[in-house]
Every structure is written in C-alpha cells, then in structure tokens.
C-alpha cells in the first residue's frame, strides 16, 4: 500500500520548496521589456540583493545555476595561470576547485575531507606565500554535499595581511545562514536562486567589491561573462546581456519580500537554526546503541544550517521506500564516503516545522518498515526542541 497520494515533499537541498505566493507572481505574461515597469522591477530585485547579502557592493545577475555562478567568478577573477587556493570540504569545494582547474587557473586544494575548515591551516599556508603568489582564496559557506559550513570571519582572520582575494560560495546558505559581505570582508560573493532564495533554478549571482572591480578585465573574460558591463548598467538588458528572465525577476522581488521584510533575516537566520538543531535532535536519538546513524559532521557547529547530510545504514532503499510509499523525496549521499548508506535531509529556504517533523516521521517509519535498526525517541526529541524554540 501507498501513502504517496497528496502533495509531495522534495527535501533535497536544491532545487528548495518555491512558495505559492512567488509561483503566482512568476505566473503572468512577460511585459514591454524596454518599459519603466519591469526596468523598476529590476532595479528592485538589485537593490534587495544587496540587502540579502549585507553589501553595499557591486551585484551583477546571470542567467543560469550555480555552476554558472561559478564560472562567472572564475573568469572575470583569474588570468591563465594564476594561483587560487582552494579550501574545500567536500564535493562542491572540490567541483569549483575543478571548473576552475579547466580554464587554465592553477590550483591548489586545501582540503579537509567532509569537515570544516581549520582556519589555523589556512593562515599557516599563507604564512608559506611570502611572494604572494596567491592570487584568492576560494571556499564554499555550505558545502551542499557533506553539509559542513565554514566559519567566515574565522577564514578571513586566518587570511590577515595577505592579499589574496576571499571569495566565497555562498549558494547553499544565502538567506538561512548569516552574511555580512562588507562587514566580514568577503571581496566576492557567489549564489543561485534554487535554495534558500526560494525561486526556481535559472539565476546566479554575484556580489563583489572596489577591490575586486579594480582588477579589470582577465585573458579569461569573454563579452558575455564580463561582469563590468553589468555592473555599469544602466538599461534593463545590460543587466543581463541581452533579454532579462522576466519571470525569475518578479519572482525573486516576492520572495525577496518575503525573506527581507516580512519574515526578515534574523528571523529566517533563527528558524533555519531550529530546524537544523530538530534534524540532529532526531539523528542523535536514532544513532543510540551503535545503530550506526549519525550526522557526517561531528560538530554542530561545523554543520550547515540549511542541509544535513546523514549516514544511515542501507540508505539508498529508505530513501526509495519514503519515495514510493510516502511521497518524500530525500537527497543522495552525494560525495559521501558510501553512497548506498549516505543521504541528505534538506531543511533550506521555504520549510516549516510541520514539514520537517512530517519528513522526519516519515524517515522512521521507513526504517521501521526495512528493519533499520535505530534508536527510539527521533520524533519526540525534534519536537521538544521545536517546542522550546518557538
């Protein structure tokens, strides 16, 4: 028998839960693109971008995804055969790494398995760079696979006097985990629309700042790539290089109202933390007696706010029983260490305490139904933490 009927539940850790409201403003026809209406559109989502990522820098929109995100950065920073130190923590760090890598950038990995970034490491590096061959250092807030978040103002202390650029991906935890560009001394920032932005995938972004814009044009940069003319635009369609995505722009400005004004960030900052802490309450619980569960990441501070990513014993045939016989959807063990026993809960962007105490219910059920061996107790304890945090 199935429980799938009904609304299905997608707890993967992008693309996110777009809500209603933000399907209903995309869901209109495209306007004159060359009137004042949607140029005031545009210049709204900008300006409220800037607020999301607490700058008052440079922002330049892109169609495309986080990979195009990436891109972007790579070849508008770096000339063929520069150095970029890459801090990784899993497979997206180590994926930038390799973008990077086939564009002819030179790259070095500073790498720390599935766990956070040791700033101590970092600045130990840089110690070992009295030449200042470095030209940036590159690492991701969230790693989207191993779930391990990396302290940013611990990263940029560790870099110090050293003039490498610090660039940060920050497309996993944009709108659930605090930044603050300016104020932590990031030099450029990259995200996408999918995940905690609440939108569709189709928009990747970037923040960066004087120091950066200074650098002017790399071996690299190709016309439509170039961020400079982007930057200084001043029509619609040099924001975008020719057609702007009607539909993502008025989706993103009522999610964007959503997120900045109504809901606003130290609120969405302190759900995100709840959830997160509901998800390893339910994981502690379920990993007593040596069943073998528990958070990839050891310390919950080294754990991002958005995603968990879980070792569970057979976890490749939960994730199919919760699909088919429950209608939620749970994400892959992407890069863990076995993949048949590795999975990712999503708890980003447009998630609320109902759904995820339903998705974690529906976690129990499943191994209860396989023959998981857990320990008891996962639902209540998410819920009492739940109920002390609301």
């Keep these: 028998m199935s429980f799938a009927q009904g ?11 777009v809500p209603d409201r933000v399907l209903r403003a995309m869901h209109r026809p495209s306007p004159d693109i060359y009137g004042p209406d949607m140029a005031r559109e545009n210049r709204a989502m900008m ?20 990979h195009a995100g990436w891109e972007a950065a790579n070849v508008n920073l770096f000339n063929r055969g520069d150095l970029a130190l890459v801090v990784t923590s899993g497979h997206f760090g180590r994926g930038w790494a390799q973008t990077a890598q086939s564009l002819g950038i030179r790259i070095e990995t500073l790498d720390f398995g599935l766990c956070p970034p040791d700033p101590a490491r970092l600045a130990e590096r840089l110690a070992r760079d009295p030449g200042h ?14 779930s391990a978040r990396a302290d940013i103002p611990a990263l940029r202390r560790a870099i110090g006097e050293h003039p490498a650029l610090f660039v940060v991906d920050a497309i996993a935890s944009l709108g659930c985990e605090p930044m603050f560009m300016d104020e932590w001394g990031v030099d450029l920032l990259v995200s996408a629309s999918q ?45 975008w290089s020719g057609t702007p995505p009607v539909q993502h722009i008025f989706g993103m400005n009522e999610a964007l109202a959503l997120l900045l004004d109504e809901e606003t960030l130290p609120h969405a900052w302190a759900r995100h933390e709840a959830l ?21 990441v050891a310390d919950p501070a080294g754990r991002a706010r958005s995603v968990t990513a879980a070792t569970v014993p057979n976890a490749t045939a939960l994730r199919t029983w919760a699909q088919e016989k429950a209608g939620l959807t ?58 002390k945090a609301a």
């Excluded at 609304?7 to 839960?17: D, E, F, N, T, Y």
């Excluded at 061959?133 to 191993?146: N, Y």
């Excluded at 997160?276 to 990839?296: E, F, N, Y």
Aim: net charge neutral; aromatic share 6%; proline share 7%.
């Design 330 to 387: 749970l994400g892959v063990g992407l890069g863990a260490a076995d993949p048949e026993h590795g999975m990712r809960i999503a708890h980003m962007g447009h998630v609320s305490a109902h759904q995820l105490l339903g998705t974690l219910a529906v976690i129990e059920a499943g191994m209860d139904a396989l023959g998981i061996t857990h320990g008891p107790g996962g639902i209540e304890a998410a819920a009492r933490l739940i109920a």
């Design 195 to 239: 995940k905690g932005l609440m939108l569709p995938p189709g928009m990747a972004f970037l923040w960066f700042s004087d120091r950066v814009r200074a650098l002017g044009r790399t071996d690299l940069t190709t016309p439509y790539w170039d961020w400079a003319p982007r930057a200084d635009a001043t029509e619609l369609w040099q924001f």
């Design 276 to 296: 997160a802490r509901a998800t390893w309450a339910a994981l502690d619980a379920w990993g007593q007696g040596g069943s073998g569960i528990s958070a990839v």
């Design 47 to 66: 300006a409220g971008l800037k607020r999301l990522a607490g700058t008052s820098a440079h922002c330049v929109p892109y169609i495309g995804n986080g």
């Design 7 to 17: 609304r299905p539940v997608v707890a993967i850790p992008g693309p996110s839960p």
């Design 133 to 146: 061959e470095i030209k940036a250092v590159l690492v991701c807030q969230v790693d989207t696979a191993s």
